[in-house]
């Protein structure tokens, strides 16, 4: 199970950091074969255990995207990934995740941020409050468009919070 988890949040952050998608060939398969595999190895328990991690994993991943907060391969995504951890471990992944994304955004605004303190030190202009009340570069593209570019595609937080997740079980003995 926990081979399949990897294999499945690996090439999920593959295709997102490559196409900006999780492909449906991904997620539904992964999301049967869960389903399968819990309800051959637990019977009845393993199915409900895999259909109520499901239920997370689409439930809260459904409420964010209809509030546009994600695309509809993200909640696919989660959908397969709570089939094969259950909704506990689902719901510790989605917290995990948010943190992992604010982790990295952040990261990622203070790195933009240093490398325009550069440019603009290098330009020979001031990067305090005397600089002309220049802001930091934006997007040359419509509105939207440097959020977008900006934004971390939604797998890698995911995988990472779902790897650590694993660790710490595996660490506990705790895997499902």
């Not at 991904?26 to 009845?44: D, E, I, K, Y």
């Not at 992944?93 to 605004?109: D, E």
């Not at 440019?119 to 997007?139: D, L």
């Amino acid at each position: 199970m926990t081979a399949m988890v990897l294999l499945f949040t690996a090439a999920a952050v593959f295709s997102d950091l490559r196409t900006r998608r999780i492909p449906n060939w991904l997620t539904v398969p992964s999301l049967v074969l869960a389903l399968v595999v819990h309800g051959c190895h637990g019977r009845l328990d393993g199915l409900v255990f895999s259909l109520l991690g499901f239920a997370a994993g689409f439930g809260v991943l459904f409420l964010l995207w209809l509030m546009g907060g994600g695309g509809g391969g993200d909640v696919k995504m989660m959908a397969a990934l709570g089939a094969w951890l259950g909704w506990k471990m689902t719901l510790a992944v989605f917290v995990g995740s948010a943190l992992v994304t604010l982790i990295l955004s952040t990261l990622r605004l203070a790195y933009r941020l240093f490398v325009w303190s550069i440019a603009r030190n290098r330009a020979g202009q001031p990067s305090g409050e005397g600089s002309g009340g220049q802001a930091a570069p934006t997007s040359n593209g419509g509105a939207g468009e440097g959020a977008q570019r900006f934004a971390v595609p939604y797998a890698v937080p995911v995988a990472l919070s779902t790897w650590i997740i694993l660790a710490l079980a595996w660490k506990w003995g705790t895997l499902p």
